[in-house]
């Protein structure tokens, strides 16, 4: 759960071409902003990176040669149109992803609460099976420092926090356990991040994340945050902590993510989609807004509008051309009453429609 959250909460600002990095409460906020989308990639086969110097602020952070074997998106919600908004009630931010868990796929959204700094509060999922719904339950008590804000070189935070997680399925209990985190974060290095293909080079922060945990588990880890201003992220662990801080060391393939600029990442030159297709709503059942996500693979003109069950248009989202891409619209159903509704997508002859629940 950290390390997705981490690639996505990043703007930054800086003053000059090689200045240093300040990251403040409002540039997270910024970035949070209902409707932005993280492409999260996970490169599973390397096994060796350059994590440069602490301390330099001329570090030449190379990882052009990172693939895409996996892809997880995260999704910007309202908090108070996602179901389980009542477990975190301090909560001011939620991210939205479909998720695996012990072999059951569903959808978690994870809580953050921004104020003097970024806290992680937990996650609350769901997913069908056939013995009845899987529920997840994950807090962090006292919440998780995910950043202490403003943050540039030089600053460093310890965090404490329990982290417990319940699933259930059908309402009955299937695991509990529970994990102490005792986190030291240093932001200890600046320099140039480069990043795959078009992804292009962005001035950057290395954070190093020294994770001693006990409980359900019992271990440490050593792992390396990249950030640049506008998004643009890696993310490695060590293999083990005997690995030295600086220079080429030995990485945990399995923890190897990364994503583009937040700004350009919603399409990607290798990732543009292959058909139309209007996805499902999110949240559904919704109140008071829920978010729909299209697939456009060449140049067109596109509708994407609502209707009641009379057939009556109550909104239109979309009328305009759009680029071969991926996009994501958001509806804010104000004025309108609980119901049934139907988003429905037309590009020249693709015509799609999908049902949506309001209920206020």
Not at 180 to 202: E, K, R, Y
Not at 350 to 357: G, L, Y
């Amino acid at each position: 759960m950290r390390a997705s959250l981490t690639l996505f909460l990043i703007c930054c600002v800086v003053v000059g071409s090689f200045a240093q990095i300040t990251i403040t409460s409002g540039d997270v906020s910024a970035q949070l902003s209902v409707g932005n989308r993280l492409i999260n990639r996970l490169d599973t086969l390397t096994a060796q990176v350059d994590i440069g110097t602490p301390g330099s602020t001329a570090n030449t952070w190379n990882f052009g040669g990172l693939a895409t074997h996996l892809l997880d998106t995260l999704t910007s919600v309202v908090p108070s149109g996602t179901p389980y908004i009542g477990w975190f009630p301090g909560a001011t931010h939620a991210l939205q992803q479909r998720q695996t868990l012990m072999g059951i796929t569903g959808t978690v959204w994870l809580y953050l609460e921004l104020g003097a700094n970024l806290l992680t509060r937990g996650a609350g999922g769901e997913g069908p099976t056939p013995l009845g719904t899987a529920v997840l339950r994950a807090t962090n008590t006292p919440p998780e420092v995910l950043y202490q804000l403003p943050m540039t070189l030089g600053t460093s935070w310890t965090t404490t926090y329990r982290e417990s997680l319940i699933v259930t399925i059908g309402g009955f209990p299937l695991l509990q356990q529970a994990t102490d985190h005792t986190i030291i974060n240093t932001v200890d290095a600046h320099g140039t991040l480069t990043l795959p293909g078009t992804f292009g080079s962005h001035q950057a922060l290395r954070i190093r994340i020294d994770d001693r945990y006990s409980g359900a588990s019992t271990g440490r880890t050593i792992s390396y945050q990249f950030i640049a201003r506008n998004g643009a992220s890696v993310q490695v662990a060590a293999v083990d902590t005997s690995q030295p801080n600086n220079g080429n060391i030995l990485i945990d393939p399995f923890s190897t993510s990364w994503s583009g600029p937040i700004a350009t990442d919603v399409v990607a030159a290798t990732e543009l989609p292959t058909e139309f297709a209007l996805q499902q709503n999110y949240p559904n059942p919704f109140n008071p807004s829920t978010t729909l996500e299209y697939h456009v693979p060449k140049s067109s003109f596109v509708s994407l509008k609502v209707y009641n069950l009379l057939g009556q248009e109550v909104a239109a989202l979309v009328n305009e051309q759009k680029e071969p891409g991926t996009y994501v619209v958001r509806w804010v159903a104000e004025g309108v009453p609980s119901g049934i509704y139907f988003a429905k997508m037309q590009a020249g002859s693709f015509t799609q429609t999908r049902r949506m629940m309001l209920v206020k």
